[in-house]
């Protein structure tokens, strides 16, 4: 494991003990997957929630592989998610994220990255409950 | 004194030898002398493909047991860093620095599943 040497409390927290590790059946409709990428430090997250027929999020899950705040974001992320309606996690800013975590300006882009698969996942719900684009998809 | 300025020196050229001697690092620095940065935006939906299979391969590496599979899967990567680096390299031969720039951050996803699988194979 990196060494947990400069990283705050609230990410070492994260860390060792990841709130909601794994995933949804991304084949279901009323699931949503965002899958994103850091090509400039090679970190992979993936998110995905759950939403029911009112709208909201009742459940979230997420894996990243990259760096400790990388996976202190997304955890951060899904535990957020969880009880907001689509329109209300899509207002997450990665700012709130790096606030609430403490991350130093060198590790502002790990919040960004989670705010990018919120909305990333977000946006395949979305797009899998338009019934237009559902039919162009089994075309 | 000259001491002070051999040692700059040594550890100037340590630093650019394996700079260079690297693909990934030496693709970045050929990126950076001409005038081009690294890429720097979230991949997201135009790369899910890609982006699915180093998931794929990550999850297989954090699951790996035995040594049969971790060898597997060095050879994989192995394999894909180095049709990467052919790509890079006619990419920067034809001056398309905007693929090699995509090409370089593919590139990095692969060398931090090079790291972690180094991890892995030291017994701890």
Sequence with gaps: APAAV???KKVVDHYENPRNVGSLDRNAKNVGTGLVGAPACGDVMKLQVEVDENGKIVDARFKTFGCGSAIASSSLATEWVKGKTVDEALKIKNTDIAKELCLPPVKLHCSMLAEDAIKAALADYKLKQDPNKESEKKA | ???????QHSSLINKAYQTLLNP???GLY???LSGVEPAQETDCDAD???????MEINEKLAESKNGGIIEEIETLIK????ELTRELTAAFERDDLQEAKKLLG???????????????KIPS
């Design chain 2, 24 to 26: 990934l690092s030496r």
């Design chain 2, 48 to 54: 899910s493909a890609f982006l699915m299979e180093i």
């Design chain 2, 79 to 82: 394999v894909k860093q180095e």
């Design chain 1, 6 to 8: 400069g990283y705050h």
């Design chain 2, 30 to 32: 050929l990126l950076e």
């Design chain 2, 106 to 120: 593919k590139m990095k996803y692969f060398a931090n599943l090079e790291d972690k699988l180094k991890s892995k």
């Design chain 2, 1 to 7: 004194k000259e001491q002070y300025y051999s040692e």
